[in-house]
Nanobody
Framework: QVRLVESGGGLVQAGGSLRLSCAAS????????MGWFRQAPGKEREFVAA????????YYADSVKGRFTVSRGNAKNTVYLQMNSLEPEDTAVYYC????????????WGQGTQVTVSS
């Protein structure tokens, strides 16, 4: 059974940094796309960033470009989201999600980790 577990969330002041981690178990993920999404109170879940199975395949929402960096761990079952220059608008629950090659939707989701940015 595939399981995704996020960690690294917390409370940070505006301008600060956090690094989120997502560790997967129960499968082989070398060909998966690994993504990050977030959901703020009262808002719909939105895409943040994703890392494909190719080293040059990274994707970012416009709102985080230049501030966030998505990367995969050497073990291929971990994905990170380095978040710099955080803004209060980045406050949300952050979820990692994996999508198998060729799939239109993300197959697996983590339980989420809270990120709160104070002004």
């Amino acid at each position: 059974q595939v399981r995704l577990v996020e960690s690294g969330g917390g409370l940070v002041q505006a301008g600060g940094s956090l690094r989120l981690s997502c560790a997967a178990s129960g499968g082989t993920f070398s060909s998966y796309t690994m993504g990050w999404f977030r959901q703020a109170p009262g808002k719909e879940r939105e895409f943040v960033a994703a890392r494909g199975w190719r080293a040059d395949s990274t994707y970012y929402a416009d709102s985080v470009k230049g501030r966030f960096t998505v990367s995969r761990g050497n073990a291929k079952n971990t994905v990170y989201l380095q978040m710099n220059s955080l803004e209060p608008e980045d406050t949300a629950v952050y979820y990692c999600a994996f999508r198998s090659m060729g799939a239109n939707e993300y197959d697996y989701w983590g339980q989420g980790t809270q990120v709160t940015v104070s002004s």
